[in-house]
């Protein structure tokens, strides 16, 4: 197994749509990006949009970090084939019965975008191109230099956006303006980039997501609201709305600002981040930490932020818990590790979903969890994920180097 080109993520992501159409629905994203690249989902569990509550996990917004794809892909396989085998899931010494499998995808909806920033992996992957590149491949933002490209996809969402505003001047918020930053340019404002709004896009189409995980690498972390500041549960005008606290937020260590977060909020983040680790720890020993995400650095217009405030600006949407899954201990793992620790996201991400339905009120007409499915299952012989069915994109062979990364940012 060699990691997938930007043409084999597409061709998995068709195909099993194509081999699944009883329990899953291709979809096509609207927005094409710069270099012309249509994306695509899919989405698990059968029924009408909007007929259950709905998992959405995003891989692939940032170009190097290859295997966010791998992982949401094979967790979409190996559900899809259990459900229509009847059978559990094993990943190591984690195991899922087959009850719990037809649970998820007869009560739930998850939606699995692998592939945010196809045109960013290209240049990633391809001869010739930066393999530690992280933007997408924008280059109408720099009008002085031949090459400077790219806007930070996770950090073009609209979550205080105008960081020069809401954040204290000494706060070292990661993210900058400048358009000719390599790393953390944000865009000219919120959702500029197509990848962007088809991860808002995402969202919209589904009214009735509840939960949000957003894959990353790396740091063996899960990490849970909010990205901009410490969290504090007892003053609710503390909010990232109140431009009475323009100025003071993004300081770890000062008495004066916390953003607010409900108790009851904060304990569903902390136990379905806990619920994702505790099924990690059993594949192979992996000890994932969890956390909030402003312990890695405080962030402005980043995914998880922007899902879970959307309840807060836009009355009528449904609160969303956001998640940030920072896998393994580098950027490009070696395939042989990286196929470890598709089983620990894989279980983690099965764990997350077992837990997700206790943490928000039945809706009337749902289906009771642990129903039996009805009609057969549907489906087919699945070619291997390295093995792009359709023939038009072939994985490359890829011998991740040595790059010392320390320093780059996640
Ligand atoms: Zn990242």
């Known amino acids: 197994m060699t990691y997938l080109n930007v043409q084999g993520v597409d061709n998995v992501v068709v195909n099993l749509a194509a081999l699944f159409p009883g329990t899953s629905q291709l979809i096509t994203l609207p927005h094409q990006t710069e270099e012309g690249r249509t994306s695509h989902a899919i989405r698990l569990g059968g029924g009408a949009v909007g007929s259950r509550n709905a998992v959405v996990l995003l891989g692939g917004v940032h170009a190097r970090e290859w295997g966010s794809c791998e992982i949401l892909l094979n967790f979409a396989i190996d559900l899809l084939r259990a459900y229509q085998a009847n059978s559990g899931l094993t990943y190591g010494g984690m195991v899922f019965s087959a009850q719990q499998i037809r649970t998820m995808l007869d009560t739930l909806h998850i939606v699995v975008f692998p592939l945010a920033n196809p045109d960013g992996r290209h240049h990633s992957q391809r001869p010739g191109g930066e393999y530690m590149w992280r933007k997408n491949r924008n280059p109408d933002y720099c009008v002085h230099h031949e090459d400077c490209s790219g806007v930070d996809i996770n950090r073009n969402f609209d979550f205080l956006f105008d960081y020069r505003t809401a954040f204290d001047v000494d706060s070292e918020v990661m993210v900058t303006d400048d358009p000719c930053d390599h790393e953390t340019y944000q865009g000219p404002h919120a959702f500029s980039e197509p990848e962007t709004r088809n991860v808002q896009w995402l ?81 192979r020993n992996r000890a994932y930490t969890p956390k909030p995400s402003f312990d890695l650095y405080p962030t402005a217009g980043a995914s998880d932020d922007y899902t879970f405030s959307r309840h807060f600006v836009y009355p009528g949407r449904q609160k969303v818990y956001s998640f940030t899954v920072e896998f393994g201990q580098q950027f ?77 940012k996640k």
Request: proline residues 10%; glycine residues 10%.
């Open 332 to 408: 490009v793992a070696p395939m042989a590790e990286m196929q470890n620790i598709i089983q620990d996201v894989s279980a983690g991400l099965i764990g997350l979903c077992l837990a997700a339905p206790a943490t928000v009120p039945a809706e009337p007409g749902d289906k009771p969890a642990g129903d039996k499915p009805t009609g057969p299952p549907s489906g087919g012989p699945f070619h291997d994920p390295d093995t792009p069915a359709s023939g038009t994109g072939s994985p490359i062979v890829t011998t991740p180097v040595a790059v010392d990364v320390a320093a780059k």
């Open 203 to 283: 969202l919209d189409a589904h009214a009735r997501t509840r939960w949000f995980v957003d894959v990353h690498s790396y740091g063996d972390t899960i990490m849970y609201s909010w990205g901009n500041d410490k969290n504090q549960t007892t003053t609710p005008t503390q909010n990232f709305r109140n431009a009475a606290w323009d100025g003071q937020r993004g300081l770890a260590n000062d008495p004066t600002y916390g953003e607010y977060i409900a108790q009851a909020d904060l304990t569903v983040g902390q136990n379905l981040a806990q619920a994702f680790c505790a099924a990690v720890l059993p594949v």
